[in-house]
Each structure stands twice: as C-alpha cells, then as structure tokens.
C-alpha cells in the first residue's frame, strides 16, 4: 500500500526533514510511527498524503507515485487517505453533523445517506448526539474525536493520523486506538504517528522508529516491542 | 436530480446564504454594480430617445427644389408625382407661383404693393421632406443630387438644420457609449474579482480543509462563481430598476418640454431586449470577474499540516 524507497525530504530554509527512508507497509496493516519531537514523523505522514512531495526518492501510496501525480488528479487521491492531525481542522462556522458530512458531500454522496453514514461515524468515536451542535462548544478532545469521525466516515481504505490521542485521557485514548485496529482488522491500512508509548506497548503492532529524520528500527508485530529511547 | 445538478443548487442556495448573511457589504458591492451597468444602459436609453424624438421632428428636414419660371403646371405636377414615387422621400407639396403669391401676400406684409407686379415671378417649388428613415447626411445629399439633374429644376435648397447636427451628435454619442460599456463593463470585472478575492481569503480555512478532503478544483471554485454570478445579476437587476425610476422621475417635465416643442413625444424606457442584454451581461460579467479572480487565489491555497 505504501512504499518510500530512499526518501528524503529538504525543506526550502534548508532543513532536512527525512533522509533516506525505505520501508514498505503492506495493504491491511497497522504501523505505528513513534520518535522524539520534530524526528520527522510528521513528515513522513505528509509526505504519505500527497501534501508534499520528497525532495529525493519515490513515494508510492496505492499505486500512485506521489512525485508524478499530476495536480488535477490530486483531489480525487486524497479522497482515499482518511487524514487526522494534531490540530484538528474543523470549521467553526457550522455544526459538528456539517464538519463531518464534508468528505462525503465532496465525494457526491446523496444526502439522503449521508445521515446515515454520518451517525455512524460519530457513534464510532462515541459522540452520537453532538451532531447539531457548534465544534466551539465541545472539548478538545472531543474536537479531537470529530475529526477522527470526519476522517473515517467516507471509509477511506488507507488511514494516516497524527498524534490523534494527543488530547485524550488514557481510556478514551485506547477506545480510538482500538477503534483503528478494528478499522485494520477489516483491510484498511492505519498509520498512527504518537510519542504515546504506553499505547504503542499495549497494542504490539509494527512500529517505525524514526529519529533524525531517519528510520531508526523497523520493529514487526510479532516481536516484542522495542522502543528506541534517544 | 442528479449528483452535478444537486451540487450546482448546493453551491447556488451556498452563495445566496452567505450574501444575505452579510446584507450591508453585499448591498454596497451590488450598488457600485449597478451604477456602472446603469450608466452606459442610461446613455443607449439616451440615444434610443433622442432618436425617436427627431423622428417626430421630421418635418424639420426640408428640401426646396425650385423649378424654372416657365416650367407649365402639367410639368410640375408630373415632377410631384415622380418624386413621390422616390422610396427616401416621405411628404411632397407643390407650390403652385399662385399659391405662392398668396402666402407672400399673406406673410410677407407687402400686401397691396404686389398689385403693382405685372407677373407673378415666383416660381414652383416642390417642398420635400425625406422619410424619417432617411434623414442621414448621406441620403439627403443623394435626393439633391437627384433633383438637381432635371432640367426642369432652378435651385436645390436643402434646409440642414439642427437636426442633421442632432443626428451627428447621437453618432457621436453611439461611439461614447460603446467606449464608456468597455470600460464600466471592465470596472464591473475589477469589482467582482476584488469582492471574490476578499471571500476567498476570509474562507481561507474551509478552502484548506475542503482540498484535503479531496475536493475537486471545480468543486472548491464552484460557490465563488455563484457569488459572482449573483453580484452581476443583482446589480443588473437593480440598475434596471435605477434606469426605470430615473425614466419615471423625468417622464412628466420631458413631455412638457415636448408639447413646447410641438411635439408629442414621451420618454421610453428601456425595451425589453435592451433589459435581456443587461442582465445577460451583469451574469456574464460577474462570471468571469469571479472565474479570473478565483483561478489565481484558489491555486495558492493548500492544506498544511
């Protein structure tokens, strides 16, 4: 599903955000990119998301090399990538039911189903009932869980999300990580950037180590986790 | 109704929302508009007028073809008849030199001392007046040209009076309005695009996060060109309603001052075709103001992380 083979990434002021990177994730898969503050997790996302394209290498998601994707067929892969960031993006000017909707009006899905789908996202992240009210009025975390369910309602086969817990407590912060793995468990492909490593411990999934803006560890799901301490 | 169709109506019932949320910025923008479209509407109004007014002073072009002293009656009225027939010539009258003894004897204040001419040496003369159709330069020129190659024929006198200089000023005034259409017609555009530029940066945030859920550039664009459209149309609109109003508040002192003139006419607003082309224009206008103005500041919005 994606493949960085010798990716780096320099920003124009001059700093190398990534330097080399090879790894794959496989179609299905739950990966975990853990790494100090400003290693370059959060590169690696953007750079999964077509939101910027390496400086060096390739990037291929779905298929679609990041690099040659022409700007007019950028809207319609970015339909496929459910993305979470740590500033949740919502637009304060409408209620939590239209913030969440968007994905699915920008996809041309006929309203009468939208409330459905809607509803049911919203379930998922355990805020069924808020969808009438202004995202001004709920909790960050909560903030946080709408755009979780903003991310995820268009069922997106590839999922990317960083540091989506950020804001949780530690219970609500594993109902979403178990959310994502169920969302795993059906073939969609999650990628979760956190420093929480008390989640990454209890969910023994694959992680990527990256520090310095270099990938550190390729730890595999089936071996104990290790986390790299820098 | 199809998906296209009904992200068309969502984009349309969007925009008209989002102006009527703003009812004091949105008047003031569909204002300045509207004067601009009103302006050159006024001034085609204004020639449209001005010509069916000197078309009922027709009467004002006269020709005066005087013929030769010996030229017999029968002669004359076969020359009356044949420039009747001629299609630029609207009204003929001959003036038999009897009937114009008479009227100088009646008009002129000489009375009595006429007597003492032994003959009567006015001539005929055959008063023509061109078709209203007809009253340019060129075609009055033609009928001189015309009366003046028959024999039979003295003196050609063409009255040009002020008509003709009227007529000149409307050509004049044509070119005007088309000049003065580009340019208001190219303000219309500036404002538009300025308008749409202010929204787009105002919903800078929307645009971000709608391009990261994967909309489409039309999709994104779509809204903007509906404000637009509904700026041209509301402006056209109002300018029309100015336009009426104005032919409202004039209409009773013009026909006043036509009376004095001896004429009966009456201000016109604009005909319905002028009122199609203006509101197709404001749609036009507001279009493309708002399709230039979003295709350079949509493209430099992206979603950040």
């Not at chain 1, 299905?28 to 999964?48: C, D, N, Q």
């Not at chain 2, 001052?257 to 016109?268: I, K, M």
Request: proline content about 5%; aromatic content about 6%.
């Amino acid at each position: 599903m994606i493949a960085f083979d010798r990716v780096s990434k320099r920003y124009p002021n001059g700093r190398e955000a990534l330097s080399n990177c090879t790894f794959e994730v496989h179609t299905g898969e739950m990966v975990f990119l853990t790494g100090r503050s400003g290693a370059g997790k959060s590169t690696v996302l953007k750079l999964i998301a077509c939101l910027e394209r390496p400086t060096r290498g390739t990037v291929v998601v779905g298929g679609k090399n990041t690099t040659t994707l022409k700007a007019r067929h950028v809207p319609a892969f970015r339909r496929h990538v459910g993305v979470v960031f740590q500033d949740h993006k919502l637009l304060a000017d409408r209620p939590v039911f239209d913030n969440v909707a968007l994905p699915l009006v920008v996809a041309g899905l006929p309203f009468k189903d939208m409330d459905k789908r809607v509803r049911a996202a919203l379930d998922q992240v355990g805020l069924l009932g808020k969808e009438r009210l202004s995202p001004m009025e709920l909790s960050v975390g909560e903030q946080q869980r709408v755009g979780i369910a903003r991310a995820v309602v268009s069922k997106p086969p590839l999922l990317i999300a960083d540091e989506p817990t950020g804001n949780l407590d530690p219970d609500l912060a594993l109902d979403i990580m178990k959310l994502f793995r169920r969302f795993s468990d059906v073939g969609v492909t999650v990628v979760v950037a956190t420093h929480d490593l008390h989640i990454v411990r209890e969910f023994a999934q694959r992680e990527l180590v990256i520090e310095n803006g270099a990938i550190h560890g390729n730890v595999g799901g089936d071996l104990p986790s290790v986390i790299a301490v820098r | 109704m199809s998906v296209t169709g009904s992200r068309h109506v969502h984009a349309l019932i969007g925009s008209l929302g989002r102006l009527a949320r703003t009812p004091f910025s949105t008047t003031l923008t569909v204002l300045v508009i509207a004067l601009a479209l009103a302006l050159p509407t006024a001034l085609r109004l204004f020639v449209l007028n001005a010509q069916a007014a000197t078309g009922g002073f027709s009467n004002a072009i006269d020709i005066s073809v005087y013929l030769k002293t010996d030229v017999p009656l029968a002669k004359a009225q076969q020359l009356e008849h044949s420039t009747r027939e001629r299609p630029e010539v609207g009204q003929v009258e001959l003036i038999t030199p009897d009937k114009a003894m008479e009227e100088f004897r009646a008009y002129s204040g000489f009375g009595t001392a006429l007597d003492a001419l032994k003959e009567n040496p006015l001539p005929p003369v055959l008063h023509v007046q061109p078709r209203a159709d007809a009253q340019t330069a060129a075609a009055v020129e033609s009928l001189r040209r015309y009366f003046t190659a028959w024999p039979e024929v003295d003196l050609v006198q063409v009255d040009t009076d002020w008509v003709m200089r009227f007529n000149a000023i409307l050509a004049v005034l044509r070119n005007l309005l088309l000049i003065a259409a580009v340019l208001l017609g190219a303000g219309v555009l500036a404002v538009i695009g300025n308008t749409i530029r202010l929204e787009i940066l105002n919903r800078r945030a929307e645009i971000e996060v709608t391009k990261l859920v994967g909309g489409s550039n039309a999709f994104v664009r779509r809204p903007f060109l509906y404000t637009g459209v509904l700026y041209g149309l509301c402006g056209a609109l109002l300018a029309w309603a100015i336009v009426e109003i104005a032919v409202f508040v004039l209409g009773r002192p013009i026909a006043n001052l036509a009376q004095v003139y001896g004429s009966h006419f009456a201000l016109q607003g604009p005909p319905i075709d002028d009122v199609g082309v203006l509101l197709a224009t404001g749609v036009v206008l507001g279009w493309m103001g708002a399709w230039i103005s979003a295709a350079r500041h949509l493209r430099r919005i992206e979603p950040r992380a």
